[in-house]
């Protein structure tokens, strides 16, 4: 079955990186596109953006242009988001998810990032 | 980009009550799409090209709608139930949604 293991919550110090990870499991990688979304508390959903696991090609959200950036290790089905510059604004949740079509048909369980020094 | 508003925001239902949760899109899109997000949970697919529902999801959920209002019902409220839901349109990038419906048991 189709599976996006996400990595351990992340603490982190204003004006750091994180990078978070998304390793796929049940299918073909490089056949979905992989996309990101944040979640701050109790609020709704924001895309971030996606990369094609096959030719690593993105795109961002015009918001998140400067803030993430997406990668993909293709031999081990994994996707990677690095965000950088940390301030409390980046404190959320954020879920890889993979497309199929117009909308999203698997999540991952979602990665907590606290940004506090 | 695509801005949709989903209503009411909170609402209670009772066991059996008949619900419906809207969502209206700032433009035109081919298909609206939902997911039911528990408490501490990850987003759940839950109704995708308006009208289809995902595996596993009760015959009891609806979804219809075109252009720019689009509804999701439940036409008998389960205890199960209770969860937000949000709208999301992938017809124009960015792909946007919904600020949620949260709906409660009564």
């Known amino acids: 079955q189709v599976n996006l293991l996400q990595s351990r919550a992340a603490l982190v110090k204003p004006g750091a990186s994180v990078k978070l990870s998304c390793k796929a499991s049940g299918y073909t990688f490089t056949d979905y596109y992989i996309h990101w979304v944040k979640q701050s508390h109790g609020k709704s959903l924001e895309w971030i953006g996606y990369i094609n696991p096959n030719s690593g090609y993105t795109n961002y959200n015009e918001k998140f242009k400067s803030k993430a950036t997406l990668t993909v290790d293709k031999s081990t089905n994994t996707a990677y988001m690095e965000l950088s510059r940390l301030t409390s604004e980046d404190s959320a949740t954020y879920y890889c998810?993979?497309?199929?079509?117009?909308?999203?048909?698997?999540w991952g369980q979602g990665v907590m990032v606290t940004v506090s020094s | 980009e695509i801005v949709l508003t989903q209503s009411p925001t909170t609402m209670a239902a009772s066991p059996g009550e008949k619900v419906t949760l809207t969502c209206r899109a700032s433009s035109s899109v081919s298909y609206m799409h939902w997911y039911q997000q528990r408490s501490g949970a990850s987003p759940k697919l839950w109704i995708y090209e308006t009208s289809k529902l995902a595996s596993g999801v009760p015959n009891r959920f609806s979804g219809s709608g075109s252009g720019t209002s689009y509804s999701l019902t439940i036409n008998s409220m389960e205890t199960e139930d209770a969860a937000t839901y949000y709208c999301q349109q992938g017809s124009s990038y960015p792909p946007t949604f919904g600020a949620g419906t949260k709906l409660e048991l009564k």
């Open positions: 998810t993979r497309r199929r079509g117009p909308f999203f048909d698997y």
